[in-house]
């Protein structure tokens, strides 16, 4: 990118927005009002009445709720200001009767609503109010409560009451020493909720019948409003979109000078463009204004990630002052704009990096808005989209595991980013189709289609007669090792994605030279592989878990023969060397020593969190508790449903093509029926069996966005970014609009 800036007279000013404008390549630069005799430039003249036709454009295509593909490009005709103008009035008329229309059919229903009480209890609804001496109440309570009521009170000397369903009304005459309101004064206390009596003479039935009619004549108005509001909107559609998009660019124009440095007589601007870009402008600049301006190139930026500047280009000056009748004013400009720079003339006078523009292959491309929900990248740092990418489907997946459940969030995906105009809900739709690739994947090493083990027997024992595949989950008893062995396998991944995030880091750091990334990276990378390997290692073996050898034996769940690293393999130096205790030293603990001194000598505040090097990885063994947990919640659903049982040896096996009666027939006692299962227990349990084996399924797969998909993003921000990467870059916003409805 390339800091450009354009000094000129302010009789050119406004051409000079156009020009800039329809090219849309730059991106302006905010004046902070720092440059002595230089102010924040007005708005051009017209701005507000624009600002304000722009606001009228955009309520009444929210009314018409017009959308964007509605209509064609096209010219605005002259006098199209006097045509808005009729719109709007018509408009407002239709939605200021509709919104009438529909405050009173509000009102109607609720009347409705109220008298539907008294209908119950067929008295007429003249019959409950204007009485002089006998007060009448209409509610709902408890009969026997209500009477008991107002038998005590002392007020009351005689009473009747009325029931209709759960209406109850009161006629009572009061003493003469009675309160104005006795029943109200007895209820005190009960459950009752008190009706007010409609204003009519005529029956319950009566006056509803004259409410529905006046309702459908309010609806039938109401639908020929929006009849004609249809029709205005399919002959005014494509005059509103293309008088917004010109009142768009008339505004953003007018309002451009606000983001300029300028004086009585000068202005200059600043922004940001693709350097291959630059000579474009100044020849589109020459062609519009001629020599009227200076167009110079301040500088070519390249920033490290700490957003110091570790090259600039020469720059050259743009065309020098002309000669025609603006010639003073330009020459003041120019004089001008050389006070508002520093000495030597080739700076940036406006202080802001450059704008960020995201190049990611397409694949990847969804997985910016998972970027930039943390923050967008600086220009000066890395973009980490592409290790996003490459990362966040492979941790889901392996959570997740499941055929079934991938086929379905790839549909998810797919109606998402095809169905939807809005970015982020299609970039989202990206991001679920790779998750749900990689869980359809992990589902075929795991041999899972909705928590059964059918692909495993028919894919890899039947088809490809694979003994090593499919992998246990390691929820049954016989496999227990299975579960111990993900989480090592998480630790695993954890430490390889670290280690990448910390690579990222040193390569970043090498602007500064190779002693900072050594010390300030290095130290780090360091750190975390001897702590690793010796935590891997045979020595002090006793002291540590068993698992961690016996996951990758040879017979254990992942036979790759590795039992740990042997000491004579670890450079065990001599007892001369001791650390704590006369605890030999052996190399890996040697390496992370070494790495801990420099981190000492480069950030000493920083030794404090040098454990993390093993905290952070445990982090990662949360995508072995949510893959056990996810695998368990569909075991259960399909328990339910099917019904298993365990055999002697401890394996367990779904009742899918068996009644449990088979389990005592072929294995005799040594076998276990954990649950018959619904489909095996008549006709009603099947039913219910078949919504809970849906709805359960459902739940898992919703469950899995929010436990498998936040846990791989929290990996993602907080333990990988954390290690390269700040953010906080400005989105590249060139100043200009396409033009989609309107022509020039």
Do not use: C
Not at 647 to 653: Q, V
Request: aromatic content about 10%; cysteine-free.
């Amino acid at each position: 990118m390339s800091k450009v800036s354009v000094t000129g007279s302010r009789g050119v000013m406004p051409t000079v927005i156009e020009t800039v404008h329809e090219l849309n390549l730059v991106h302006l630069s905010d004046y902070d009002g720092s440059w002595e005799g230089f102010d924040n430039g007005d708005p051009m003249a017209g701005a507000e009445q624009s600002s304000e036709k722009l606001v009228t454009v955009r309520a009444l295509e929210s009314t018409l709720e017009l959308s964007a593909d509605e209509a064609e490009p096209g010219t605005l005709e002259p006098g199209w200001e006097q045509r808005l103008e009729e719109v709007r009035t018509r408009v407002n008329e239709l939605d200021d009767r509709r919104g009438e229309i529909n405050e009173e059919l509000r009102q109607i229903n609720e009347k409705i609503d109220r008298v539907a009480p008294f209908a119950e209890l067929g008295i007429d609804l003249d019959l409950l109010s204007e009485y002089e001496t006998v007060n009448v109440l209409v509610g709902e309570g408890s009969l026997d409560e209500v009477e008991a009521a107002v038998d005590a009170s002392e007020d009351i000397r005689a009473f009747e009451t009325f029931t209709g369903s759960n209406v109850v009304a009161i006629v009572a005459a009061p003493t003469e020493d009675a309160d104005e309101d006795p029943i109200d004064d007895a209820l005190v206390g009960v459950d009752f909720t008190r009706y007010e009596v409609p204003d009519t003479e005529r029956s319950p039935d009566d006056y509803v019948d004259e409410l529905e009619s006046r309702k459908q004549t309010l609806e039938s108005q109401l639908d020929e409003i929006d009849a004609e509001l249809e029709e205005i909107k399919q002959a005014e559609a494509g005059f509103l979109l293309r008088a917004e998009e010109e009142l768009t660019i008339e505004v953003q124009q007018a309002e451009a000078p606000l983001q300029f440095a300028t004086t009585e007589h000068a202005f200059v601007a600043e922004g940001w463009i693709p350097t291959n870009e630059y000579d474009r402008l100044v020849a589109t600049l020459n062609d519009a204004v001629g020599d009227s301006v200076e167009v110079e190139e301040l500088e070519r930026a390249d920033y490290d990630r700490h957003g110091a500047h570790s090259h600039t280009e020469d720059v050259q000056k743009g065309t020098p002052a002309g000669t025609d009748e603006e010639d003073d004013s330009a020459a003041e400009a120019d004089d001008q704009q050389q006070k508002a720079v520093t000495d030597g003339g080739s700076t940036v006078t406006m202080g802001d990096e450059p704008p960020t523009v995201q190049k990611n292959p397409g694949v990847a491309k969804p997985f910016e808005l998972l970027v930039q929900a943390v923050n967008r990248p600086k220009y000066s740092e890395l973009d980490p989209t592409i290790f996003l990418f490459l990362t966040f489907p492979l941790f889901f997946g392996f959570m997740i595991g499941d055929v079934g459940y991938g086929i379905m969030y790839v549909a998810i995906g797919a109606y998402m980013a095809t169905q939807f105009d809005s970015k982020g809900v299609t970039s989202l739709g990206g991001v679920a189709i790779w998750a749900g690739l990689f869980t359809i994947l992990f589902g075929f090493v795991y041999g899972e289609i909705f928590g059964l083990h059918i692909l495993g027997e028919v894919v890899w024992h039947d088809l490809l007669n694979v003994e090593l595949l499919p992998l246990n989950k390691g929820l049954e008893p016989a496999a227990a090792d299975f579960a111990l062995g993900w989480m090592v396998i998480s630790v695993l991944a954890g430490i390889v994605h670290l280690n990448i995030g910390y690579i990222l880091d040193f390569y970043e750091n090498l602007s500064h030279g190779i002693k900072d990334a050594l010390f300030h990276s290095g130290s780090w990378i360091l750190m975390i592989n001897g702590i690793w390997i010796w935590i891997f290692s045979a020595q002090a073996e006793g002291s540590k878990p068993d698992f961690l050898f016996t996951t990758f034996a040879s017979d254990g769940p992942f036979p790759i023969g590795f039992t740990g690293f042997p000491e004579w393999a670890l450079f065990t130096f001599p007892e001369a060397i001791p650390v704590l205790g006369g605890f030999p030293l052996t190399a890996p603990l040697l390496v992370f020593l070494i790495g801990f001194v420099m981190l000492g000598v480069s950030e000493p505040v920083e030794l404090v969190e040098s454990l993390d090097v093993v905290v952070n990885v445990f982090s990662y063994t949360r995508m072995g508790a949510v893959l056990l947990a996810k695998a368990g919640m569909a075991f259960v659903v399909n328990l339910l449903f099917f019904g298993g049982y365990e055999d002697p040896d401890g394996a367990f096996h779904f009742l899918r093509n068996h009644e449990p009666s088979y389990v005592a027939e072929h294995y005799g006692e040594g076998a276990e029926v954990i649950f018959g299962g619904l489909m095996h227990s008549g006709t009603a349990a099947l039913l219910g069996g078949l919504v809970i084996l849906v709805l359960g399924h459902i739940v898992v797969l919703v469950l899995g966005v929010t436990s498998a998909g936040l846990q791989a993003v929290r990996l993602e921000y907080v333990e990988f970014f954390n290690k390269f990467y700040e953010g906080g870059g400005e989105n590249y916003k060139p100043f200009g609009t396409d033009r989609n409805h309107s022509e020039k």
